[in-house]
């Protein structure tokens, strides 16, 4: 049986994904107030954006750009996990050419139909999107050479096994580039437990050292966990309270509490 922090995270992600699939082209960005965790323009350069649908760019979720740091090359075989309305994969694309591929694989059936409208919009031939949980990827051993994520494996209730799951499917010496927020600070369980804080991507995050101590139990070498944005007050103000997307859900007394306590972070490993 689906538990109780999946069901409530698909259920917020598929909502968000017909907000975008509704919204008229070019009254979804930040200036109608639906804007993103972090608007595109803010974590993305112009360059990898350029030729992507406006629609994968109002659905744009992430934290940070894993892009950074993955340092894809022509012809690799890429895994984005949560690939939500496709952003980083179609992005990928442009940098693995006709000669590799990505891989996107999300849970949220609204989410990937949004990303495979967005794969049409931009013509790309090079990408497919895929219906699973990360928990369970419905690849095979050995067949990736690089693995993505954006903002996801916060998300979910068994971390373990999702980064089990990602040794499994990278070949040998193959790279992790995941952009995640993790916890800088402690924060009260009653801050941190409710649904909405999880479904936004802070309730269910852990610190650098957990996340080392998971990615090493697994299996994976040269890890390194590099906080990139803090998540002060005023940016948990400017990116959830004011956010049409995520409006009420972080509550107002919550912030001093929350101050500081979070950052997007870059993560890298290898198999
Ligand atoms: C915060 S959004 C990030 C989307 C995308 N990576 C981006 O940067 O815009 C999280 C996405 O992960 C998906 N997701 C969350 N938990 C998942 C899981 N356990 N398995 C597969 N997909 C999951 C959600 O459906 C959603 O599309």
């Given at each position: 049986m689906e538990s109780e922090v999946r069901t409530k995270v698909k259920k917020f992600y598929g909502?968000?994904?017909?907000?975008?699939?509704?919204?008229?082209?070019?009254?979804?960005?930040?200036?109608?107030?639906?804007?993103?965790?972090?608007?595109?323009?803010?974590i993305y350069d112009g360059e990898n954006l350029q030729g992507l649908p406006e629609e994968a760019l109002q659905a744009s979720l992430g934290c940070a750009n894993p892009l950074m740091f993955a340092k894809l090359r022509e012809g690799e075989t890429v895994l984005d996990l949560g690939s939500g309305g496709g952003i980083n994969v179609l992005m990928a694309a442009k940098h693995v050419g006709s000669s590799g591929k990505v891989y996107g694989l999300d849970m949220t059936d609204e989410m990937l139909q949004l990303a495979n409208q967005n794969k049409q919009k931009m013509g790309v031939t090079n990408v497919e999107f895929l219906k699973g949980y990360i928990e369970d990827i419905p690849l095979p051993d050995n067949s990736i050479e690089v693995i993505m994520s954006n903002c996801v494996i916060n998300l979910s209730?068994?971390?373990?096994?999702?980064?089990?799951?990602?040794?499994?499917?990278?070949?040998?010496?193959?790279?992790?580039?995941?952009?995640?927020?993790?916890?800088?600070?402690?924060?009260?369980?009653?801050?941190?437990?409710?649904?909405?804080?999880?479904?936004?991507?802070?309730?269910?995050?852990?610190?650098?050292?957990?996340?080392?101590?998971?990615?090493e139990k697994v299996g994976f070498q040269d890890i390194e966990i590099e906080p990139v944005h803090i998540y002060t007050r005023s940016v948990i103000e400017e990116t959830f309270l004011k956010n049409r997307l995520f409006a009420g859900m972080i509550k107002k007394s919550y912030l001093d509490a929350l101050d500081g306590a979070f950052a997007g972070a870059y993560i890298k490993a290898h198999k």
């Open positions: 909502s968000i994904a017909k907000k975008v699939g509704a919204s008229k082209s070019g009254c979804c960005g930040s200036s109608c107030g639906c804007g993103s965790i972090s608007e595109a323009s803010l209730d068994d971390k373990e096994k999702a980064l089990s799951e990602a040794f499994r499917v990278l070949k040998s010496g193959g790279r992790l580039a995941i952009a995640d927020i993790i916890t800088m600070k402690d924060i009260p369980q009653r801050v941190r437990s409710t649904a909405e804080m999880w479904s936004s991507c802070l309730g269910g995050t852990i610190k650098a050292s957990e996340y080392k101590e998971i990615l």
